[in-house]
């Protein structure tokens, strides 16, 4: 029998032990006499493996070495074996990992197989969390797979986005911006012909290719930081195992120590006749390689109000079916303010309406289809034809189908996201998520990236630093932008109570609007503040051009606790729709009209 007496304390025993398994790729725990190592090691020696072998029952100092291990891993028997700096098991550990393993595979690049990170998408929150991760030293593998719409679009890397979402609305609301840039400029001197005309196909394929240089660029990242890219649809098999297939129908088996899901959203659908064989959704408009024409837009998300605005500005015949109301979740004042000036400049709506049917009358790029609605308050029926239906009603965790009820991992029963805790860690203690496939959290991609970086720090890093959700700025890119930090004033008031509260607001007409004669009080802008701690802001909402350039700024003083004293202590950049926010002084509880008489 080995000595058992022992010198050395805990504390320098764990500083051993980590050293050991930070300088050795492959590092097997093991007793001479245990059948289950002689097992482990001699797998390894078959597949022509190194391995750094510390046999405890042959140290004076093994037995307390053993409790240490037990300690940071929580497995009290041996084999106990390390990859690459990974906890990856015991014996039936190990040799189920190997069991789904090719010998091409093995030899084209050792331990490839054991990757630190694996994630289902290839969406901005899990593309910058494994680069963090494989700046830190990780190997990580990514796999990303876009199921194609029922349309057949499809993309590549940087998730929806930079290829369905963000760049492409952002950019195709730039084009509405300069549209109406051109009618302001006759009234500035600009004389040209009267005829203007906007060609989709050019702005779509500029559009596409600059989203295909971002897709390459993603590309060319991943390649630098040593990470493998599959482009594969995952499931998860069972604990710390999952199965990839190809477009082509090729199956490879992974297993990994740690999992990060970053799978995002999807669009919903309707559910009726003809939705999925007719319509289109956000995820096919930016690359739809004709103009849709007289366009009905089905919902009143902010991705229903995004499209129909920058569709309108750019010349279509735009209705939005609306079934209750205007962008849920955000401030309601605000909300209404959008729906009003996007109908007072040329946006129809059809308010308490659902669809029935849709159905083909004919076919084209685009064709004609007819839409049977019912009224929601009442039993009227009607039929409208449009060109093209775009179906905007939210947005599906792409949760099923990934073998999450394998694993056992705890999920949303009324909406499929899955449940975290502070730290983005599900119930399962090896999988986390982070972006839009999470409960509870702002469905946002810099919200994301942030998220997975601090979580790659604290995964690797030993970092401690947690993302925080609080006073998140956001910006809708209607017409008239609305951007927004911190609470709505529903929910200001239900936090603290209508009499401790004290909204500010004014509108302002900004200064470039003024001599091509733009709408005068179109612009709003108003800041909720606790009247119990210091009048501290607490909400900021502005309605305007710039609203997210504005809103930026502000939502950076609201995390250091910016008070109304301390905003009306800022002196104003003049002339700029900002410096409205500096010299707010009608309370909503006064009853002063705030209506804009004057100019600047």
Avoid at 67 to 80: D, F, H, R, W, Y
Avoid at 346 to 369: D, M, N, S
Avoid at 522 to 536: M, Q, T
């Amino acid at each position: 029998m080995a000595p058992t007496g022992s010198s050395a304390a805990p504390e320098e025993l764990k500083l051993r032990i980590q050293r050991l398994i930070d300088s050795n790729p492959v590092l097997v725990f093991s007793k001479s006499f245990c059948p289950f190592c002689k097992k482990v090691k001699e797998l390894f020696s078959a597949m022509d493996i190194d391995i750094h072998v510390v046999e405890l029952d042959l140290l004076e100092e093994g037995s307390n070495m053993q409790n240490v291990l037990q300690e940071m891993t929580g497995q009290k028997t041996v084999p106990s074996v390390f990859v690459n700096k990974a906890h990856l098991g015991g014996c039936d550990k190990t040799v189920q990992v190997m069991r789904f393993l090719t010998l091409s595979e093995m030899l084209r690049d050792r331990l490839l197989y054991f990757f630190s990170l694996l994630r289902g998408g290839g969406g901005g929150g899990g593309f910058y969390c494994l680069q963090e991760a494989a700046n830190l030293g990780r190997k990580v593998l990514v796999l990303d797979y876009v199921v194609p719409t029922p349309m057949g679009a499809t993309w590549g890397l940087g998730g929806t986005c930079v290829n369905v979402g963000c760049i492409p609305k952002k950019l195709m609301h730039q084009a509405a911006i300069l549209g109406q840039g051109l009618s302001d400029s006759r009234k500035f001197g600009w004389e040209f012909g009267e005829k203007v005309h906007h060609n989709w196909g050019k702005m779509k394929e500029a559009i596409q290719n600059y989203i295909g240089s971002l897709n390459w660029g993603y590309r060319v990242a991943l390649r630098d930081k040593k990470v493998t890219y599959t482009n594969s649809y995952a499931e998860f098999l069972e604990a710390h195992k999952i199965k990839a297939t190809n477009k082509r129908g090729k199956v490879t088996f992974h297993s990994a120590e740690k999992f990060i899901i970053a799978t995002g959203e999807r669009p919903r659908y309707l559910n009726i006749p003809g939705d999925k064989e007719y319509c289109i959704t956000s995820d096919d408009l930016f690359s739809l390689s004709y103009c849709p024409k007289k366009t009905l837009v089905v919902g009143a998300s902010y991705v229903a109000l995004e499209c129909a605005g920058f569709l309108c500005s750019l010349g279509l015949d735009v209705t939005v079916m609306v079934r209750s109301i205007f962008l849920r979740g955000f401030d309601q004042e605000m909300a209404g303010k959008v729906g009003a000036y996007m109908e007072s400049h040329g946006v129809k709506f059809l308010k308490k309406y659902v669809p029935t049917k849709i159905e083909q009358l004919e076919a084209g790029t685009p064709g004609r289809l007819k839409v049977t609605a019912r009224a929601t308050t009442s039993t009227e029926v009607i039929d409208a034809e449009y060109n093209t239906v775009l179906i905007a009603v939210g947005r599906d965790a792409c949760t099923k189908y990934i073998g999450l009820e394998k694993i056992g991992i705890h999920l949303n029963e009324k909406n499929g996201k899955i449940l975290v805790d502070n730290e983005e860690r599900s119930n399962v203690p090896y999988v986390f998520a982070i972006g839009d496939v999470i409960d509870g959290k702002p469905e946002l991609t810099p919200v994301a990236i942030h998220a997975g970086k601090l979580l790659a720090r604290r995964l690797y890093a030993g970092s401690t630093m947690k993302c925080d959700y609080v006073n998140i700025c956001t910006t809708v890119f209607t017409p008239l932008e609305y951007g927004c930090c911190g609470l709505s004033e529903e929910n200001a008031i239900a936090l603290y109570g209508e009499e401790h509260i004290e909204v500010y607001h004014s509108m302002f007409w900004p200064l470039e609007w003024t001599v091509p004669g733009r709408t005068k009080n179109g612009c709003y802008g108003k800041v909720i503040c606790a009247k119990l701690d210091h009048s501290r802001v607490v909400g900021f909402h502005v309605l305007g051009p710039n609203a997210g350039e504005i809103t930026q700024g502000f939502g950076a003083a609201m995390k250091c606790g910016m008070t109304k004293d301390q905003l009306n202590s800022v002196i104003g950049i003049h002339p700029t729709c900002a410096e409205v926010f500096t010299t707010m002084e009608t309370t909503k509880r006064s009853g002063v009209d705030i209506s804009k008489k004057g100019g600047c």
